[in-house]
């Protein structure tokens, strides 16, 4: 789900981002799903998913080379 509103969760940069300080992804808990969003346009919304969907994208990210 990409939601446009405000997130009163604490966001942090995703170890996995890239060396250039613009260039971060930056995740947030939100119980039982995991919050995605580009720090570039923080208001612009966010990608939600469930934890399990969320290791599952983890997992093929970190099979990539």
């Known amino acids: 789900m990409n939601t446009p509103e405000a997130s009163p969760h604490h966001w942090r940069k995703s170890t996995h ?13 939100m ?3 995991i919050a995605i969003r580009d720090s570039k346009t923080a208001t612009a ?21």
């Open 17 to 29: 981002s890239g060396g250039v300080e613009n260039d971060c992804v930056e995740i947030t808990s």
């Open 45 to 65: 919304g966010h990608l939600t998913l469930t934890r399990r969907d969320f290791a599952t994208l983890l997992a093929h990210l970190e099979s990539k080379p």
């Open 31 to 33: 119980d039982d799903h």
